[in-house]
């Protein structure tokens, strides 16, 4: 099954929508619209696929529904990521969601591949 983890932080604040004004909620609301993507697919990825939804700071108690496992980041959100595609099988299929080019280069060097914010949103 494919592994989809989101940088929760770099996909909200990608659209200036007012989230900083409720960063908890724009987490929620983006880990409800990426839970029909665990039965459906996702930008190439087809279903089944598990959803990991990454947070940090204010979101950190965003709680997971079906579809999407939620990750509390002990500290920095990109070194959990990292850190998540990091423990993964090699032979696994990874992809990352984020815009973030610093995190992309550290991802991609496990070997996971990058898609935008776009790609969920």
Excluded: H, K
């Excluded at 990091?86 to 990352?96: H, I, K, L, M």
């Amino acid at each position: 099954m494919p592994l989809l983890v989101v940088d929760a932080a770099n996909v909200v604040g990608s659209v200036p929508d007012g989230w900083w004004r409720d960063r908890a909620g724009a987490t929620a609301r983006l880990r409800d619209r990426l839970a029909p993507l665990a039965a459906a697919g996702v930008a190439g990825l087809g279903p089944p696929v598990e959803v990991v939804l990454v947070v940090e700071g204010a979101a950190r108690e965003v709680p997971a529904v079906e579809g999407v496992r939620v990750v509390a980041a002990p500290r920095s959100g990109d070194d959990a990521i990292v850190d998540l595609v990091g423990s993964e099988p090699g032979d696994r299929t990874r992809v990352v969601v984020t815009a973030d080019r610093a995190l992309r280069e550290r991802v991609q060097r496990l070997g996971a591949s990058v898609i935008g914010p776009r790609a969920v949103r």
